[in-house]
């Protein structure tokens, strides 16, 4: 059984940064790719960033250059570094592994 736990959020002001964390259990974590998603209030789900087993990232262009994603296969866990935070990236994230298994969610909140 797949378990996929993210922890992280929270709530920061604009220009800020969060860490996000997902790690996982149930299968093997290096040979799958892993991503993070994200869904606002009436908004789709939407992908924030990729990366693959051999370590290739793919991020959505709203957040090129500002958030980072990384894995560390000896933790079965990945990562998404997120600076200089926008009141549009307000968002509940999910972290994703091998396009078929889903955590719970973790809420980011930018706000002043």
């Known amino acids: 059984q797949v378990q996929l736990a993210e922890s992280g959020g929270g709530l920061v002001q604009p220009g800020g940064s969060l860490r996000l964390s997902c790690a996982a259990s149930?299968?093997?974590?290096?040979?799958?790719?892993m991503g993070w998603y994200r869904q606002a209030p009436g908004k789709q789900r939407e992908l924030v960033a990729l990366?693959?087993?051999?370590?290739?990232?793919n991020y959505a262009d709203s957040v090129k250059g500002r958030f980072t994603i990384s894995r560390d296969n000896a933790k079965n866990t990945v990562y998404l570094e997120m600076n200089n935070l926008r009141p549009e990236d307000t968002a509940v994230y999910y972290c994703?592994?091998?396009?078929?298994?889903w955590g719970q969610g973790t809420q980011v909140t930018v706000s002043s």
């Open positions: 149930g299968r093997i974590f290096s040979i799958h790719s």
């Open positions: 994703n592994m091998g396009f078929q298994f």
């Open positions: 990366i693959t087993s051999g370590g290739s990232t």
